[in-house]
């Protein structure tokens, strides 16, 4: 059975901290995909990053940073100097092949990220 | 606005009473999910649709949930006799077949009292 796991269910930190949050996977596909989506207060999703499972290859966003290692099933995520605005609450996601890449999500509980000024 | 709409936003509604919520996908998109997502869980998919299609549903969607897509292109999500349990934000999501990404709308925030 698919699984995620984001151990880290609130985290504070002052501003231009950095943070990291954790997500570790199950699953028994050798083609999946990982995803972050950021959830505001509003309660929308906004998609933030996706990474299928033959791309290992660290990847930087601006401020935001993934880490993927299939070693240890995780894809962490790092904000580099947060901003209040950056406040959140982060979900880690996993989607299988079937589903083209996306679309039906197993979601991990979320980190609720408060960055304080 | 070219993306997801869901209406309403929030809904109350007395023990007992049928509820339903509407979701708008991005216009070429063809493929339709619901969600819930109960307070401080992520979100649990609940079925989706390939244009008017139902082609999977949750274990999580009982009897008492039904969902339309019937001209494949906005969905329905009614729920009858509606239980405190069912207390929840209800997520609408769309993708194409070409990129797969899904795209979320606001949710409808549901109580039951």
């Known amino acids: 059975a698919q699984k995620v796991t984001q151990a880290q269910t609130e985290i504070s930190v002052v501003e231009k901290e950095d943070v990291t949050l954790d997500c570790v996977y199950e699953t028994r596909d050798t083609t999946y995909y990982l995803f972050w989506y950021k959830q505001p207060p509003s309660g929308e999703l906004v998609f933030l990053i996706r990474r299928n499972s033959f791309d290992e290859q660290n990847e930087i966003s601006g401020r935001y940073s993934w880490n993927f290692q299939k070693s240890t099933s995780s894809f962490n995520f790092t904000i580099t100097a947060s901003q209040v605005v950056d406040s959140a609450v982060y979900f880690c996601a996993l989607s299988d092949a079937l589903y083209n890449q996306g679309g039906k999500l197993i979601f991990g509980q979320g980190t609720e990220l408060s960055v304080k000024p | 606005d070219t993306g997801v709409s869901q209406n309403p936003r929030h809904k109350i509604t007395k023990r007992g009473q049928n509820v339903t919520f509407r979701c708008d996908p991005i216009?070429?998109?063809?493929?339709l999910y619901w969600y819930r997502q109960t307070l401080g869980q992520g979100p649990e998919f609940l079925t989706y649709?390939?244009?008017?299609?139902?082609?999977?549903k949750s274990r999580l969607l009982s009897d008492r949930f039904s969902a339309e897509r019937p001209k494949g292109s906005f969905s329905t999500l009614e729920i009858q006799r509606t239980e405190q349990g069912d207390s929840a934000m209800y997520l609408c999501?769309?993708?194409?077949?070409?990129?797969?990404?899904?795209?979320f709308g606001q949710g409808t925030r549901l109580t039951v009292v």
């Open positions: 216009s070429e998109h063809n493929r």
């Open positions: 649709f390939q244009n008017e299609a139902q082609l999977e």
């Open positions: 999501a769309s993708s194409s077949t070409r990129t797969g990404l899904a795209f």
